[in-house]
């Protein structure tokens, strides 16, 4: 097998076989599952090849911290799994019930617990880009941001429950240039709400490098308007 590209900030990567190959495995979507769903974690278990384990989704929206190099990033929505896991199952297929891919088995979290990064949106734009290019890049706006609720007369005013509260500013980094500030509370990204770090993450790609961004945060009372250019991540 050849190594078409590889991205260790979403634990993906895409090969290509060499010869005959069988026909490829149906692509699903973790956004529809649930927990207590059947899923089936297919791998290669301490060196034991074609290993089959059978469990249940115990826990959905998981984030999993990775790294490459200097740059750290989380992966949102992670699956949380008690079908047994061992090393050597990472990269192996985790399948439902009709035998749809909807997870790729990337770490072993505990006794009985297994991650596998989702099938979903975000994840098919990575491997479309590792096919395409061989790797992902993505736009970079040096900030740190965690859920949070919004203040009740808020709530009623958007109708909206959630934003993403600012916890640190990367010094003279996009988003420092752009005057967005600890504290902040940001309601919308690219005219889009956001309540979630994917919800953000997803805007990040390619298209997004060097072009406005605008976005409109909560701060001491009042709603402001802030345009940022995001640069492009590096290692």
Do not use: C, H, K
């Not at 490829?24 to 649930?34: F, I, S, V, Y």
């Not at 949380?80 to 019930?97: E, I, R």
């Not at 990575?126 to 919004?150: C, E, K, N, Q």
Request: net charge positive.
């Amino acid at each position: 097998m050849d190594v078409v590209g590889a991205d260790p900030l979403s634990d993906l990567a895409v090969v290509r076989a060499r010869g005959g190959t069988p026909p490829p495995a149906e692509l699903g979507d973790a956004g529809t599952l649930r927990v207590g769903q059947l899923v089936v974690a297919v791998g290669n278990p301490l060196g034991l090849a074609g290993s089959v384990t059978a469990g249940v989704v115990s826990g959905l929206g998981r984030s999993l911290p990775t790294r490459d190099g200097r740059t750290a990033r989380v992966v949102e929505d992670v699956i949380q799994t008690d079908a047994a896991l061992n090393p050597g199952n990472s990269g192996g297929a985790l399948a439902d019930a009709a035998s749809r891919v909807v997870g790729i088995n990337t770490a072993v979290a505990g006794w009985g617990l297994g991650l596998a990064v989702p099938i979903n949106a975000t994840s098919r734009r990575i491997l479309a880009a590792l096919v395409a290019d061989g790797r992902v890049r993505r736009a970079y706006l040096g900030l740190v941001s965690t859920p949070a609720p919004l203040p009740a007369e808020l709530a009623l005013r958007t109708g909206r429950r959630r934003g993403l509260r600012i916890v640190d500013v990367v010094p003279g980094a996009p988003a420092d240039r752009s005057g967005l500030r600890r504290g902040d509370l940001v309601l919308e990204a690219g005219r889009r709400p956001v309540a979630d770090a994917q919800s953000l993450q997803r805007l990040l790609f390619t298209e997004a490098i060097g072009e406005p961004l605008p976005l409109t945060v909560f701060r001491s009372g009042a709603m402001v308007d802030v345009i940022a250019v995001p640069g492009e991540l590096t290692g």
